[in-house]
């Protein structure tokens, strides 16, 4: 994507007029098509908003001319974006959408879009290896372990915490994980993994398979005991707890301020359940970007500026090829913008807040920023290039680190405990 669209965010003042001639949308060079897609998706999320379907569609159509598949990576984001859109316009005929609606996809293409998306994203890799070491420093002189996992499943997160555990010096502890996850294959998956390598290393070892999604889970399906010191990890799940019925907000133009922390029922009450239980450390991995927003060009905007410098590192992978690893890996984020962009209410799952906003749910919830573990930034900085290619780069936050790709921020991951 040229370096004068990523930079900044988009304009939101950009011309919103489709006099641009088919012929004319035919002699554009790339970065003239850049623009030209900004303008046109900004100009078919205002008329989307607005109800005017024809304008819309017209849109649309000017869009699909200009997108593609498989063209750089502007015009790739350009056919997500319009997807999601479209997506929106058909939600108005509930029957149409439900007879074109397509099945999920079955749990093997899940697994293998989890893995590619793993190869695919070093700055993940770095952020596993952060909480590694930080659960190790954390729980060296603990007997018994309990840590909880909400969502994430990923024996490449677990695997080496089991392996670093079990190589103390006073010998492994014992050590029950817990997996929340609503795909139960994943869960199969990860137990067999954790046992056959707990195993090996000759460690007591539960698992505790928990077969829901994080919304429903509650304090009991953790099987918590008396004695265990507990550790909690959220990779990438916990802002699905932020969906919430938006039609007040809508109707009464609350949260009008984007930098306006508001408080959520959900969020709040599982927050005060995990502080409950005294974990010695929360873990938190989230996207840093500011997707929890009412309208829906603000959404556009936000979305458009972060998803920018998703797809720009996507080339930094996979070059210039169109292969299947990476249109399984931009499937992925394309289901996340049709949430941002189509999906409303408690459907709307993908809000995303930054660093910033999570410090004050925490902090309103009785938590305590915790130091990562790194010995200095230089050398969280040399992790980032042993996970990565050039490009990427951490950023301190305080308690926290910030994963940016080119100066954007891609991911922050921060550490929380209730004690003082």
Not at 12 to 37: Q, R, Y
Request: proline letters at 3%.
């Amino acid at each position: 994507m040229n370096s004068s669209l990523a930079s900044t965010k988009p304009d939101v003042t950009l011309s919103l007029t489709l006099s641009t001639s088919p012929d004319a949308l035919e002699a554009l060079n790339l970065e003239e098509i850049g623009i030209k897609l900004i303008q046109l998706l900004l100009t078919c999320t205002n008329h989307v908003s607005s109800g005017n379907l024809h304008r819309a569609d017209v849109c649309l159509r000017q869009i699909s001319s200009l997108a593609s598949i498989s063209g750089n990576s502007m015009q790739r984001l350009a056919t997500r974006f319009a997807s999601a859109l479209a997506v929106r316009l058909v939600k108005r005929w509930q029957g149409l959408y439900k007879a074109l609606n397509r099945a999920e996809p079955e749990s093997s293409e899940m697994d293998r879009d989890q893995s590619t998306f793993a190869q695919a994203f070093p700055y993940l890799g770095l952020a596993y290896a952060i909480i590694t070491r930080t659960l190790i420093q954390t729980m060296s002189e603990e007997h018994i372990i309990h840590i909880i996992d909400l969502g994430s499943g990923d024996p490449k997160l677990w695997i080496p915490l089991l392996r670093g555990l079990g190589h103390l010096a006073h010998g492994p502890p014992h050590v029950k994980i817990t997996c929340v996850n609503a795909n139960k294959v994943v869960l199969e998956k990860l137990g067999k993994n954790l046992f056959k390598e707990a195993e090996s290393l000759d460690m007591p070892f539960q698992f505790n398979a928990v077969n829901v999604r994080l919304r429903d889970l509650t304090l009991d399906m953790l099987n918590i005991r008396s004695g265990e010191v507990l550790a909690i990890a959220s990779i990438l799940s916990l802002h699905v707890l932020l969906a919430e019925d938006d039609r007040v907000d809508a109707q009464f133009g609350l949260n009008k301020n984007n930098n306006s922390v508001k408080d959520c029922k959900q969020m709040v009450e599982f927050l005060a359940m995990v502080h409950s239980v005294s974990p010695k450390v929360v873990l938190l991995v989230e996207q840093e970007s500011d997707n929890n927003l009412t309208r829906l060009v603000d959404r556009f905007v936000e979305g458009l500026h972060y998803y920018s410098a998703i797809f720009d590192s996507i080339d930094s992978t996979f070059g210039g090829s169109s292969c299947e690893e990476r249109i399984a890996i931009e499937k992925m984020f394309g289901k996340e913008i049709e949430s941002i962009m189509a999906c409303e209410g408690l459907e709307r799952e993908a809000r995303h807040e930054r660093y910033a906003k999570w410090t004050v749910r925490f902090a309103r919830a009785g938590f305590k920023p915790v130091r990562l573990w790194y010995d200095s930034i230089e050398e969280a900085k040399r992790l980032m290039v042993a996970y990565g290619p050039e490009g990427y780069l951490v950023v301190n936050q305080r308690a926290g680190l910030m994963i940016c790709w080119h100066g954007r921020p891609i991911y922050s991951v921060s550490a929380w405990t209730c004690f003082n």
